[in-house]
């Protein structure tokens, strides 16, 4: 296999790939400095893998606490269903006399009231209230 005039003037680098040759003064110069930029690069790369190495640990331990709350949460969900709601009876302070509707902020009171213990009236008109 014979070389071509061409060929023989051109070398390269073979870590960076930078052509160098073909008459100028600086062919070396310029093979060095792109293989230290070559290197700078692997560098740069090397520091962004470690990070994401790191990020993608974290959010592997962030998804199995999530997962392991979501299971947790689920469970008690199945628990309340499970068990009978208690019976809706209104206070004393705040039961009206035969015959009388309760105020609309007595309503209100009641609802609010019956919505924090998680009952289910009060989730429904909650709910109501909202669309």
């Known amino acids: 296999m014979r070389r071509t005039r061409s060929a023989s003037r051109h070398w390269g680098c073979g870590f960076c790939g930078a052509r160098v040759g073909g008459g100028g003064g600086g062919g070396a110069a310029d093979l060095a400095a792109s ?4 290197l700078r690069l692997g560098e740069e790369r090397e520091r962004q893998s470690g990070r994401l190495r790191e990020e993608n640990a974290r959010l592997k331990l962030e998804n199995r606490r999530l997962r ?7 469970r008690q969900v199945l628990k309340l269903q499970q068990e009978p709601p208690p019976p809706l009876a209104l206070p004393e302070r705040e039961a009206t006399p035969a015959g009388q509707c309760p105020s609309p902020q007595e309503e209100e009171m009641l609802r609010d009231r019956l919505a924090e213990e998680g009952h289910e009236l009060g ?7 909202r669309v």
């Open 35 to 38: 293989h230290a930029d070559a």
């Open 68 to 74: 392991r709350e979501n299971r947790s949460l689920f």
């Open 123 to 129: 989730t429904k008109a909650e709910e109501a209230r």
